[in-house]
């Protein structure tokens, strides 16, 4: 698909951005909040005044009234430009499900509260429970005015910086495996959560989540009792395509720092970019990434028209596309530019690890293939 007018201005105006506030390692240093690898609450500031944290929510809830395409914009630039805001990705994710489950109450309340800039973050995942949605047993125990929650989440995306967390839950145990879930919306500082971080090679954004006797009240049921299941497989295009986004902007990132590496770095008298085995493998990096960026545009415009099964298709497909050449980019990067690359201060390092996730969240890989091919009829 080809951008508006309005679009392209759009995307040069958060390329500009980035360029301005945060291009340096000094400037990012500068900007990050203690402790944060990856979360700086003065550019998150800067982007809610903006109006680009809500760029996807209606403006009758206090955003900008966005669609999908400017949305996948701003995620590109935003990871292209490597600002430091990262808990934008599961802020987006819950705006997600309030927009489409959420009660008009809820949206005024969650919506409203995200295009000003708190974080919020969303726990399915569980010890026993990744791809195996139906595997969850953190247990949602039906009590007068509303419910106790006992259990353990993990793998929870900004949980320990978010004011309210949605989570999956059981609340009843049946026939079939996937009934019995609902979504809750549980602020942070409820008595009975413990946020404890975890250390991951791309850094601490993700955390374990205990629930100890956390009693929620009924009026914070996000959708129905019971379709919590139903609700979170109707939200998983639009995670796929927020994953999508992240691959574009970490893969042309790291393209463009190995273009700029071996344009100045010379050796045998000239610079390493104009041997030809150099020219060639950037030349079919470039090309497989084009690729990945032509599908996922086309799946925001598709997503933005509605889902079906061929957009839920596209959509797993951008996923696996984006995911995989970005890491293949970073990892020939890397290679190209030699010790360099593996040195913290070019950069490519930081771009091998945060690559190296981008096949397992928002759905693996071999979950997306599980979907592209079933939907052929190969089951």
Sequence with gaps: MTLTTE????????????ARECATNEQREALLDPDEEDQSTVLYKKLAELGWLGVAIPEQYGGSGGTYVEQTILFEELWRGLAPVKA?????TVAGCYKRFGSEEQKRDALSAISEGQIMSISISEPG??????AIACAA???SGGFVLNGQKTWCSY?????????VARTSTEDKPHAGLTIFEVPRDSEGIDTRRISTLGGREVNDVFFTDCFVPSENVVGQVGRGFQQIMAGLDGERLLGAAVGLGIGQRALDDTIAYVKERRQFGKPIGTFQVLRHRIADLATELECARLLTYEVAARLERGNDPVTTR????????????????ALEGLQMMG????????????????????????????????IISGSLGLR
């Design 314 to 329: 596209m959509t797993s497909m951008a996923k696996v596309k984006t995911s995989e050449i970005a890491k293949r980019i």
């Design 7 to 18: 679009q392209q201005d759009f995307q040069q105006a958060v390329r500009a951005f980035c």
């Design 129 to 134: 429970a990744g791809s195996d949605v139906a």
């Design 141 to 143: 125990k039906p009590v």
């Design 88 to 92: 934008l990705g599961a802020t987006t």
């Design 339 to 370: 010790g360099y690359g593996y040195a913290t201060e070019y950069g490519m390092e930081s771009h091998v690890r945060h690559s190296l996730v981008l096949p397992i969240y928002a759905g693996t890989n071999e979950i997306q293939r599980e």
């Design 159 to 167: 949980a320990h910086v978010a004011s309210r967390i949605l989570l």
